[in-house]
């Protein structure tokens, strides 16, 4: 067998890469008619999994935040000798925390990151209100104090500050990125066509065939499986 013939899957016989149907049995080489298991429900489904995922991973992060300068200032300094300082690095501790829970909720998620930055701020405001019982007595005067809401406020737009951080950066390493795999894959898509004697048609038809296999992989991989198939089929 030469390296432009594979064999049929079906019978073994030889084949060539231009032919649709095996000359021995006429087996479809490249199957379009197979049916599919919709990809839509299924990438519904997980991207779901992945936005709560990120959510409660950026909500672990930014309540430990919060417990953590609580912590170290509560080592320092007790309830009773908290003084401005303290009540200041205390009121940071919510916006801080969001910032960095939304952040990292951003860059799991890479979806909905303003929104998703904003539920984290929300959400980390329960956890600041239960660790200020360690310093001060929690009533509905003190929640409502301007200084209290504005801190609140801030919270809140903090997360949604770390998911727009994310996405600012995300959109430089993203454009970069793409101009790298856009070389790749103008270069792998020239070694297709070399194997298959540059018919565009039946290049094109692999590629399709790998999308069918994986709907989800980018054009860089269906082009990388395209061709690590043709080796396979090859040998």
Not at 213 to 228: H, T, V
Request: glycine residues 10%; charged residues 20%.
């Amino acid at each position: 067998m030469d390296d432009n013939t594979f064999e049929c899957p079906n019978c073994g016989a030889r084949s060539y890469p231009e032919m649709m149907r095996c000359p021995q049995c006429g087996h479809n080489m490249y199957p379009e008619d197979e049916p599919e298991v919709s990809p839509a429900r299924a990438t519904e489904t997980e991207g779901w999994r992945t936005v709560i995922g990120a959510g409660v991973i950026g909500w672990i992060v930014a309540s430990g935040s919060a417990i953590l300068i609580h912590y170290i200032v509560a080592v320092f300094i007790s309830p009773s000798h908290l003084g401005g300082l303290g009540i200041t690095v205390l009121l940071s501790s919510g916006p801080l925390s969001a910032l960095a829970g939304g952040y990292l909720c951003a860059v799991i998620a890479r979806q909905r990151r303003e929104l998703l930055g904003g539920i984290i701020g929300v959400l980390t405001l329960p956890v600041s209100v239960l660790l200020t019982t360690h310093w001060f007595e929690v009533t509905l005067d003190l929640l409502l104090k301007p200084v209290i809401l504005v801190a609140a406020a801030l919270t809140i737009l903090a997360g949604v500050g770390g998911g727009w951080l994310n996405a600012k950066l995300a959109e430089g390493s993203e454009w970069k990125e793409k101009w790298r795999v856009r070389g790749w894959e103008d270069l792998l898509y020239q070694d297709l066509l070399r194997k298959v004697r540059f018919n565009g048609s039946i290049a094109d038809r692999l590629i399709e065939y790998e999308r069918k296999q994986d709907p989800q992989a980018s054009r860089l991989k269906l082009i990388q499986n395209a061709i690590e198939r043709w080796y396979r089929d090859n040998r």
